[in-house]
């Protein structure tokens, strides 16, 4: 059953990779420039809420400090930049790693605390990085630090302006959500739902439980860094807000609408999510409440989110289910 | 004719070296004394089975053994390794499995997904993060020959929550098992079965005593008397006495503590029926 799944929803990612490649040029075409912009920002926080989906809802570590390392990414790339730097590459992958790092650090004290304490501590250490960077005057401080020039992208694209950006932020986003998507199916992937289903008997028959939790967390974190340092490439600014536990509810908001646990449920809760904020920011100011009402809405309609309506069998559920009140 | 063999590894024990060796362990829970300088050891092929009345520190015990709480004294030993202050999983790694009193099995998986986990556990890393699982043959095969040593290989494709108590309780054996262990730690297998649940649970047990050396917690006196070489009766956190199943039959502290009047009826119910085959 999962493979005849697998190899359909396959074509579907290729399909949909193929679509987002030629994009840029539709939107050129069409005159709408602007959303080549938008839609990179869509694939920034699609690989962010991606990376908490893998440890909230596979590992099932409800973490609410996920912008941390999506801060901790986009400083390091403030930093290096401050200090001359100007390879995209570089930049990003010490963005990645700086996360990580500071991920390890964070997890290896958070992952010893369970339930509500875990939340609370991971918010806690989340909130200790923002104010540390809301101090740090030499990096703008409270009002943020403004990039100068765009760090130079690989492979000689320099000249292709906005475009440009968008298919090398593609395509780091689509290699780290293939490895993602291979993680899931590997032996790590199937022993961290182990773990999130039954811990005690995972520690029991012989698994190194914390080892296991504190690499997802770690890799995780790199992740989210990543998604930072390319965010931070994408604004062309940096300020402590990028860091603030909202964020870090948003990030966890956009996995539980996409569905937690489900392979895409953070890719396709990030692009509903800022889709909507998108279209609902065009008709009113204020467009916190529809997507508030939206969110009541998938609680108490779609718990398993709006991806599981996607899969054939989560669809025939769902309209079962609609049957069944009617 | 099963019960003459296991009659003939009753008289041979004694000779063996203990697998198991557990020397005066303490746990306090503030100032409750749990486990009260308990001693006791476990040989290779022999079921050794600890009674005892509810809150005697059953529990306590088997967590303390297996990993899941730290004893506040005394030394644990398993085939000359000590155990004492190793984590859970590096104890099932020297070779000590456990179950659970509450069955503990992946209730959302299938059986198999079960099965494959507590096999992978064994077969190298679990650190392996970019081939699919399903491609390792080896694991899969695992997996059914466990299943097919436990009678699990027609329920595969099974949800394991939704299978019967009885059958979840092998599942629990059978995810242990998976360890190929020295020791296996049962906490009261036979909790909220049937009788002829039971007699199978019995028979299964039987079929492993050969193999490893085995704790059995149990309530259930029918199947503790059939079983065990050696039964420890725990009172208060503390060894009343450890003797073979006569001794303990015939012990009068251990009636009056333990078996009390009603229950001592149906052990002695139970001896002319088993002396009769």
Known sequence: METKEHSSSRWLVVVVIIALAAFPWAATALGQEFYIGFVRRVLIFSLAATSLNFILGYGGMVALGHAGFVGIGAYAVVILVDAGVTSALVLWTVGMLAAALGAAAIGAISLRTRGVYFIMITLAFAQMLYYVFVSLRTYGGDDGYTLQTRPNLPFGLDGGGESALYWVVLAMVVVVLWAYSRAIDSRFGHALTGIRDNETRMSALGYPVYRLRLVAFTLAGGAAGMAGAMLATHNGYVGPGLMHWTQSATILIMVVLGGTGRRWGGAIGAAVWLLLEEAFKLGTEYWHMPLGLLLIAVALYAPRGVSAMFSSTGAKAWFAARGKAS | ?277
């Open chain 2, 1 to 277: 004719m099963v019960r003459s063999a296991r009659e003939s590894v009753v008289t041979t024990t004694s000779f063996r070296q203990p697998m198991l060796r557990v020397d005066g362990l303490v746990k306090r829970f503030g100032g409750f004394l749990a486990t009260d300088q308990v001693s006791l050891d476990v040989c290779a092929g022999e079921v050794h089975a600890l009674i005892g009345p509810n809150g005697a520190g059953k529990t306590t015990l088997v967590n303390q053994l297996s990993g899941l709480l730290a004893p506040d004294a005394g030394r644990i030993e398993l085939d000359g390794v000590e155990l004492t202050f190793l984590p859970a999983h590096r104890r099932v790694a020297a070779g000590l499995s456990r179950c659970f009193q509450l069955t503990s099995v992946f209730r959302q998986s299938t059986v198999l997904d079960n099965l494959l986990m507590a096999v992978q556990a064994h077969a190298g890393s679990s650190f392996s993060l970019f081939r699919p699982r399903s491609a390792e043959a080896a694991l899969r095969d695992g997996a059914v020959a466990l299943a097919e040593q436990l009678g699990l290989e027609t329920l595969l494709d099974r949800i394991a929550g939704a299978l019967p108590h009885a059958t979840q309780r092998q599942l629990d054996v059978a995810l242990a098992l998976a360890a190929k262990p020295k020791l296996l730690l049962l906490d009261e297998p036979m909790a909220g079965m049937g009788p002829d649940e039971s007699e199978r649970m019995v028979e299964l047990i039987d079929s492993l005593r050969h193999r490893m050396a085995i704790l059995l917690v149990e309530h259930d006196m029918d199947a503790v008397f059939k079983l065990a070489n050696r039964i420890t009766v725990l009172v208060y956190g503390r060894v009343l006495t450890t003797g073979s199943a006569e001794e303990i039959r015939n012990h009068p502290q251990v009636q009056e503590v333990y078996l009390g009047s009603e229950e001592h009826e149906s052990a002695t119910v139970h001896t002319p029926a088993r002396a009769g085959t």
